[in-house]
């Protein structure tokens, strides 16, 4: 997914230089302990590696940024060499999708996710959208995932899953999940999702 970012504290200033430097790009790890800006904190050992779509740097050694997430990496060592958090990765890649189930799981994800954001909008006021979804199961899987109004610890908990048919079926279930408190917020019956037939 797509995502802003404005640097501006001096340790990954110097990441963005070295990153200018080097021809290269950085890791994105939610936090698990401590504090986002200017304190120690502990990261989550999977996270995602960021494409630089768009670097702007300003005259005061900040950068505006737009990252879009591509591989997942879990992270085997830490290292504090550098004024900024670095570290020896292994890149993930989910095992092969589960035909047997396959294009039933995605078109109920697809149905649920759709209806999903139209009780979203529907909670603040906002018109019903169109929404386009990709039909390739592993790209499905991420864009649901972090697009789900969920707290950060049940996104990374899906981001972690290493297969795309298993982090279907994880959204699946967090969306059900989601649709009976949004119906309950609403003051409407119960969604009813389709169920899906599972090895």
């Known amino acids: 997914m797509p995502m802003a970012l404005h640097i501006f504290e001096d340790r990954y200033r110097a990441m963005m230089r070295d990153c200018i430097d080097q021809h290269t790009t950085f890791g994105v790890l939610a936090i698990r302990e401590g504090v986002e800006v200017g304190g120690p904190a ?32 879990r992270v ?27 294009g039933q799981l995605e078109k109920s994800v697809a149905r649920a996710f759709r209806e999903y954001v139209q009780r979203l909008r529907e909670s603040t006021g906002d018109p019903p959208i169109d929404i386009e979804l990709p039909d390739e199961p592993e790209l499905l899987s991420y864009l649901v995932a972090a697009a789900l109004q969920v707290s950060l610890a049940e996104r990374q908990r899906l981001l972690e899953i290493d297969a795309a048919q298993a982090r279907l079926r994880a959204c699946l279930d967090v969306l059900r999940r989601e649709m009976v408190l949004l119906d309950h917020l609403l003051g409407q019956a119960p969604a009813r999702v389709s169920p899906v037939p599972l090895n």
């Open 42 to 73: 502990l990261p989550y050992s999977v996270g995602t590696l960021a494409q630089l779509r768009n670097v702007e740097p300003l005259a005061d050694g900040r950068y505006n940024l737009v990252v879009v997430g591509a591989s997942r990496f």
């Open 76 to 102: 085997d060592t830490f290292a504090h060499d550098r004024p900024y958090l670095t570290g020896s990765v292994r890149y993930l890649e989910d095992s092969p999708a589960e035909a047997a189930t396959a």
